[in-house]
């Protein structure tokens, strides 16, 4: 049974990507999903770029962060009567004709969390060099926190089910919460798939992504995690 | 009395009157707040005695045997910070959460 797009909630954390976020939310809303933006304290006219859009905007009044962003989506998409929750990125490198995919893989396989993978057979993104091994050894940083290797590390692409969203309570707040929803999964006996997506590298989403600094603090909070509960 | 003698118990002491004029609520606050402050002037005073208690414990120094106490006292007390800043931060999050500002728009 193909579930109604308006029960299938798209959360975009976003900070400060007003140059984006209007193209990102718009190819969304093509789909005929529910969009929800949640705006982790942007600085700049995030807010009135998306007046007219018929979107979900939430608004932290301080910043906290893409982890706690999210967390604050999954809490109002399930008390808006989600039935599943995609995690997108803001800054326009995921394709939304993917989502359907996702949902369909998380049907098929009966799974309770599907994430997207850029190294999956049929991804067609091209991973440059440098971030390359980054993900290589972020993946095998996260399955000797979590125990569970995935083909592709840090992915901001997901679909849960909302079973999975009440159970996950995501508390890092910052980027580490990738490497935290895996943690989770594994210790709340989750079933999980991966889905190949296609990601559009561009120099925008590049200049905002992830250098190999981020990739050592993301190592560091996750000790940290560990060590307090 | 050498002169860091004095400079330490003089530190000792305020330390121990600034707590107690902070904190000031049970007699069993300032019984501790003396006996660790007693316990620091008298070391401070009669460093022959850390000395003795470092051989028996098998280090050369007393002041070498402070020093390592001290620092895994310091380490604890950094770990015992930062999981209270977690929580604190915890509590934040939520308070944030809770008065998000929240928009539904129409087409």
Request: proline share 2%; with cysteine.
């Amino acid at each position: 049974m193909p579930a109604s797009p308006q029960t299938i909630f798209v959360i975009i954390p976003c900070f400060n990507e007003a140059s984006v976020i209007k193209d990102t939310v718009a190819g969304v809303l093509e789909k005929g999903y529910s969009v929800v933006v949640v705006d982790d304290a942007s600085t700049d006219e995030t807010k009135q770029l998306l007046h007219g859009f018929p979107v979900h905007y939430l608004r932290h009044r301080i910043n906290l962060g893409q982890g706690a962003a999210l967390q604050t989506g999954f809490d109002y998409a399930i008390r808006k009567g989600a039935a599943f929750l995609i995690t997108f990125d803001a800054d326009g490198q995921h394709f939304s004709g993917d989502i359907a995919r996702m949902v369909e893989t998380m049907e098929e396989k009966s799974v309770d969390i599907v994430f997207g993978s850029r190294f999956l057979e049929g991804s067609d993104s091209s991973v440059p060099p440098g971030r390359k091994w980054l993900l290589k050894t972020a993946r095998y940083v996260n399955y000797f926190f979590s125990g569970i290797l995935l083909s592709d590390a840090h992915n901001g692409f997901r679909c849960l089910s909302r079973k999975a969203a009440e159970k996950i309570r995501l508390r890092e707040n910052r980027m580490a919460h990738a490497s935290e929803i895996l943690i989770q999964v594994a210790k709340l006996k989750l079933t999980y798939a991966e889905y190949p997506v296609k990601i559009h590298y561009t120099a925008y989403s590049m200049g905002k992504g992830q250098g190999n600094r981020h990739g050592l603090r993301i190592l560091f909070e996750l000790i940290l995690y560990k060590l307090f509960r | 009395m050498t002169i860091i003698q004095v400079i330490l118990t003089a530190f000792v002491v305020l330390i121990a009157v600034y707590m107690y004029l902070r904190l000031r609520t049970t007699l069993f606050d300032l019984l501790l707040i003396l006996v660790f402050a007693g316990a620091g002037v008298f070391f401070v005073i009669f460093p022959d005695t850390t000395t003795r208690i470092a051989h028996f414990v098998g280090v050369n120094r007393g002041a070498d045997m402070i020093f390592y106490l001290a620092i895994l006292f310091l380490l604890f007390l950094v770990l015992k910070l930062y999981a209270r800043i977690r929580r604190l931060e915890q509590q934040f999050t939520e308070l944030v959460r809770d008065r998000v500002e929240t928009e539904i728009y129409k087409k």
